[in-house]
């Protein structure tokens, strides 16, 4: 289940390949019509905070659907004690007109090879089934990278299911900070995020890929069943379907999308909550990387501060982080600088 990752991992992608942004009027509209059927969903909300200041952070799923709104009142009333916002890339950059060009050249080979020439003969054949059955063939894809293309055909199965970036928890409170005239930052740059979701080892994106075309009829169920696991806020489901597996089996992918960022993060957060004068702040990103010993929560109870759950719907005893199953592995040494070859012979720009 590793293509789930992208639900709590960064997915800019699914605003670059999607319609424009919804209007705030018109999700409210949505949200309103769906609320009677669901409860809001339980938040992955914590609160660290210092002597003089608190950063809260919400854990994003990157594709919801109208029913998923309201959200609970405890990420209302976080919102309310928070002088601004901050996102995993700031809302300007997100929708600069420029990142789907960017976008596009990081999804394409740089090197001459082809998606035709570096999937083994098996997978091309499932694959261009697969495609068939939505009117595509390998050819029209042959000049992408196996990552983009398992990125597509997942967000194709979400969309079908009803899920959208509009409505995604980030999309959604950078509205509502709009409106409230709240100011907003990011904790990295456009660039920074599109050169994270490019930088995974060919061997892995292959992997992650058949994944998919070995069982794509079993994927909307994976969808939902995490989906359901973020709204419950069932942190063991979550810890165990998302970080573990893709610790465990992608590993180098997981060091570069999640323990990287998060390490580049937590001085950030630090500033945030050292700098007393800056008020608190409520901290958007993808619910992976608030998981884990590696996770920001872990990270930040190791400097110190003071960290609570935030979750007035919580049953007694699941309030905390699960258990780290099994033991972590090294992190591995940092990826080549610009210019140098990868682990499969690719070379990456900065």
């Known amino acids: ?24 009027t018109a999700v409210t509209g949505q949200a309103a019509a769906a609320s009677a059927a669901k409860p ?3 938040p992955l909300l914590w609160k660290v905070s210092d002597a003089d200041n608190a950063v809260y952070l919400l854990g994003s799923f990157h594709l919801l659907r109208p029913d998923d709104y309201p959200l609970a009142a405890d990420v209302d009333q976080a919102f309310a004690d928070s002088a601004r916002l901050v996102f995993e890339v700031p809302p300007e950059q997100m929708f600069d007109p420029s990142v789907a060009q960017r976008f596009m050249a990081r999804a394409r080979f740089d090197d001459g090879r082809s998606l035709s020439q570096v999937l083994p003969a ?9 495609l068939a059955k939505n ?6 894809l042959d000049p992408l990278e196996p990552w983009f293309v398992n990125l597509s055909l997942v967000l194709g199965v979400s969309q079908s299911l009803g899920f959208s970036p509009q ?10 900070a709009a409106a409230a005239e709240k100011p907003t930052a990011g904790l990295e740059s456009m660039d920074a995020q599109l050169q994270a979701m490019d930088a995974g080892p060919l061997p892995e994106q292959i992997k992650a890929l058949r994944e998919f075309v070995d069982q794509p009829e079993e994927v909307p169920g994976m969808l939902e069943d995490m989906h359901g696991a973020w709204r419950r806020a069932d942190l063991a489901t979550l810890d165990a379907k998302a970080r573990v597996e893709m610790r465990d089996k992608t590993p180098e ?8 960022r998060n390490l580049a993060w937590l001085p950030q957060l630090q500033k945030m909550l050292d700098e007393s004068r800056q008020g608190n702040t409520l901290v958007v990103v993808g619910s992976l990387h608030l998981l884990g010993d590696d996770g920001l929560i ?16 919580c049953a007694a005893g699941t309030a905390d982080l699960p258990a780290p199953s099994g033991p ?11 210019g140098e070859k990868r682990g499969d012979g690719k070379p990456k720009a900065g």
Do not use: H, W
């Open 122 to 130: 098996d997978l091309r054949e499932k694959l261009n089934r697969v």
């Open 167 to 176: 409505l995604g928890l980030d999309q959604y409170l950078m509205r509502q």
């Open 298 to 313: 872990e990270l930040l109870r190791g400097k110190g501060y003071k960290i609570e759950r935030v979750c007035g719907a």
């Open 253 to 260: 992918t997981y060091r570069i999308v999640n323990v990287e």
């Open 40 to 42: 809001a969903p339980v």
């Open 135 to 140: 009117g595509a063939s390998l050819a029209q």
């Open 1 to 24: 289940m590793r293509l789930l990752k992208l639900f709590l991992a960064p997915l800019t992608a699914a605003v670059l390949l999607s319609a424009p942004l919804t209007s705030a």
């Open 328 to 338: 972590e592995p090294t992190v591995p040494a940092l990826e080549p600088a610009a």
